[in-house]
Each structure stands twice: as C-alpha cells, then as structure tokens.
C-alpha cells in the first residue's frame, strides 16, 4: 500500500503554470521526470519487487517530507537528521500477515535523483527496494556484504541502476 503524507508539499519553484494553449487548459511545469508517480504504479512496483525479493506480507510505503522522516529516525533510531529511507520490520508475521512499513523522504529522493541523473520515480524505486530488504532481514552495517550482493543482483533484475549500498561505497557520482 502506497500512502502519500498530506503535509508533502510539492515543490512551490516547481508549480509555475505555462501560458495556456488555445484551447487546453494550464499545465504544470514541473518536469516529467521529477513527479511523484502514481499510487498505482508504485504499488506495481511494490508488488513486483517483493516477489523478487521473496518478502511475504503486506508492505505499507509512506511518501513524506524530511521534518517527518526527520521526526521517525529520531524517535526510533535516536539519529536527529533527515534520511532517505526508514525500514521498520513488523515484530511477528502474526494472523494479519504483515511484513513492515518503509517511509520514504521525497525531497531527498528528489535531490538524490538530480544527482544520479535519473528520475523521482527511479530513485523512489530505489529506495523502496532497499527498504524491502531491511523489512526482509538484511543488514548492510553487518552482513559482510550480504545485502549488497542480494540488492545488486534485484536491481538487475527489475531494471533499476545502482542502489544505495553501492552509492556509499563507490563515493559521490562524478
């Protein structure tokens, strides 16, 4: 399930409306690729995703903003800064079936993708796997690599470029 924060603003330098066409109604400005895809798309994902990584149970993906995220890791990590992907594991599968929760900061993943040079949508990709593979067990301060031979190996196979692991050990993109 794709949840969207109400208190997610979209970027104001973003929201400028073109001149109308003739007969067609304003348009926004803001680029394709820096646009939150849809619910429905990111739930595709989501679905896909957790089938590649064999996570069983329902998936809840809060899109917030970085006072939120902010506002998370502090409470349940004790780390006072904003970051791009929370992973939050359920405590037992129980009867409801339940794997965990991801919240996701969209500015960050907005700016990570301006760096990386790919879109919002990838990059929320990005992250949401990632989290999967928190919400699945996996520890990348720990495992010895574990993780990012298991991430390298999905995001070949669901078409996404280099994840988060990857990202830190290689230093920033040129």
């Given amino acids: 399930m794709i949840l969207l924060d109400p208190d997610l603003d979209p970027d104001p330098s973003l929201q400028v409306k073109l001149p109308r066409r003739s ?5 926004s400005a803001q680029p394709r690729n820096q646009r939150i895809p849809t619910a429905r798309t990111l739930a595709r994902f989501l679905r896909e995703a957790q089938a590649a990584a064999r996570l069983r149970g329902q998936v809840t993906v809060l ?3 970085d006072a ?3 506002r998370l890791n502090r409470q349940f990590r004790g780390k006072n800064k904003a970051t791009d992907v929370l992973s ?3 405590s037992a599968p129980g009867p409801l079936k339940i794997a965990g929760d991801l919240a996701i900061s969209i500015p960050i993943a907005s700016r990570q993708a301006g760096e990386r040079g790919h879109s919002l ?3 929320i990709k990005v992250l949401i796997l990632h989290g999967l593979l928190h919400l699945a067990g996996y520890d990348h301060e720990a495992d010895k690599g574990e993780m990012a031979r298991r991430e390298q190996k999905l995001r070949a196979k669901l078409r996404l470029p280099h994840g988060l692991i990857e990202r830190t050990e290689k230093g920033p993109r040129p």
């Fill in 121 to 123: 949508g990838i990059e």
């Fill in 68 to 70: 939120t995220i902010r």
């Fill in 88 to 90: 939050f594991p359920a």
């Fill in 23 to 27: 007969a067609g109604p304003a348009q």
């Fill in 63 to 65: 899109l917030t903003t």
